[in-house]
């Protein structure tokens, strides 16, 4: 599995910014797509995740900002992160998870792209 991301960049307070995120090269159902982020000197948490289903999942700290997007049939997962803060700036990494019968979870991680919020 490929995970190629795009978007990022430089925002001021109160901007927007766009990641996306394609998959490449799976050869089974990609049941959970997302985006985490991870700044320095803290644990990686989850943004936002999107299950095959239709089914979302954001935290709390971005409810009414982000949107997470998924198109199945084209492989992609996008965040949309509106009224950017500064503690937003982080490393955002896209997430995919495949569950399988016998328990195994398949999860993979893109290469990070970097958001910076300035005040």
């Known amino acids: 599995v490929q995970l190629v991301e795009s978007g990022g960049g430089l925002a001021q307070a109160g901007g927007s910014l766009r990641l996306s995120c394609t998959v490449s090269?799976?050869?089974?159902?990609?049941?959970?797509m997302g985006w985490y982020r991870q700044a320095p000197g803290k644990q990686r948490e989850l943004v936002a995740t999107?299950?095959?289903?239709?089914?979302?999942n954001c935290a709390d700290f971005v409810k009414g900002r982000f949107t997470i997007s998924r198109d199945i049939t084209k492989s992609t997962v996008d965040l949309q992160m509106n009224s950017l803060q500064p503690t937003d700036t982080s490393v955002y990494y896209c997430?995919?998870?495949?569950?399988?019968?016998?328990?195994?979870?398949?999860?993979?991680w893109g290469q990070g792209t970097q958001v910076t919020v300035a005040s």
């Open positions: 997430y995919t998870e495949s569950t399988f019968d016998n328990g195994f979870r398949d999860v993979h």
């Open positions: 090269r799976n050869i089974y159902p990609i049941h959970v």
């Open positions: 999107a299950d095959i289903y239709g089914n979302s």
